[in-house]
């Protein structure tokens, strides 16, 4: 596993694609409502990024290893998809839940950023999950410093979550991000204190934590990408991008329109 420490010049472009990522999001939001498709969404983002950002989708044509290109130019994972659901002509309905997540590339640079929609009004138990999925992605930015381990950011998350009664998804994790859409290292969203790499100055990372109301099992749908929860029951996340700086963690991912942060965090 090899590591890349950004340099200044380099987290100056990092900070720009992430916070078009962000941007993307905030300009999505008025339109994530009762009856639209998420082959619309998709399509809205698509241009915004390409004719008003000048940025390109990542996931278009994206092809890792074992994988058939992917299609679109966002993922729309609702209600028990946990990640990579593919954008169709399904209308989201009122009560449904939905991650969109985005990711640029600016000038190289990726930018990586998802969040949780509530489509018209949603359960109290949706809602609940895409609350408490939100402060597991916080109490993990929270352990990002110098000499923490990566164990430790996914100990804190797997706590938060538990504890709440709900499970972590296991395989799949947040990644390195930077000239690359995902690099070393493998950032588990569950672990143990004191385990894994240490964090270093430069380094930038995406936290991501997929977390279901059920059981932690996961399939794959026939499309070769969506990834459902087995037992059917609801799935959240929330992605950030996040540089380590000297004292502590900067979120890249950050824009207008970001949700306001948990009462729990406190600044680096
Ligand atoms: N954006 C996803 C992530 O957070 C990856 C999506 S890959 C795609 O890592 F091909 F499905 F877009
Ligand atoms: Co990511
Ligand atoms: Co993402």
């Given at each position: ?40 969404l ?19 044509n ?83 410093r110098?000499g ?6 996914g ?15 296991r ?17 588990l ?34 499309d ?9 029951s ?5 992605e ?17 329109g970001?949700?306001p ?8």
């Amino acid at each position: 596993m090899s590591i890349v420490i950004k340099t200044t010049q380099e987290i100056e472009k990092m900070r720009v694609a992430c916070r078009l990522a962000s941007e993307v999001l905030d300009y999505i939001t008025p339109f994530v409502q009762p009856g639209v498709t998420t082959g619309e969404l998709d399509r809205l983002c698509h241009d915004y990024m390409v004719n008003v950002q000048d940025c390109i989708p990542a996931p278009l044509n994206y092809a890792p290893p074992g994988h058939k290109p992917y299609p679109k130019s966002i993922c729309t994972s609702v209600n028990h998809q946990v990640c990579h659901g593919v954008p169709g002509d399904k209308k989201l309905k009122s009560g449904d839940i939905v991650n969109l997540d985005i990711t640029t590339i600016k000038d190289g640079w990726h930018g990586d950023t998802s969040r949780m929609f509530a489509v018209g009004e949603a359960s109290i138990q949706a809602k609940r999950l895409n609350l408490i999925t939100y402060e597991c992605m916080w109490k993990g930015i929270m352990q990002v410093r110098p000499g923490h381990h990566f164990g430790d950011i996914g100990h804190a998350i797997q706590k938060h979550a538990e504890v709440n009664g709900y499970s972590v998804v296991r395989e799949f994790c947040g990644h390195g991000v930077g000239s690359k859409f995902h690099e070393d290292p493998q950032v588990l969203h569950y672990g143990k204190p004191g385990t894994g790499e240490r964090l270093e100055p430069g380094m930038i990372f995406t936290i991501e934590p997929m977390i279901n109301a059920g059981k932690k099992d996961i399939r794959s749908l026939g499309d070769g990408w969506s990834i459902v929860t087995k037992d059917h029951s609801l799935s959240a996340q929330w992605e950030h991008s996040v540089l380590v700086t000297e004292t502590g963690w900067e979120v890249l991912t950050l824009s207008s329109g970001s949700p306001p942060l948990p009462a729990f965090v406190t600044p680096a």
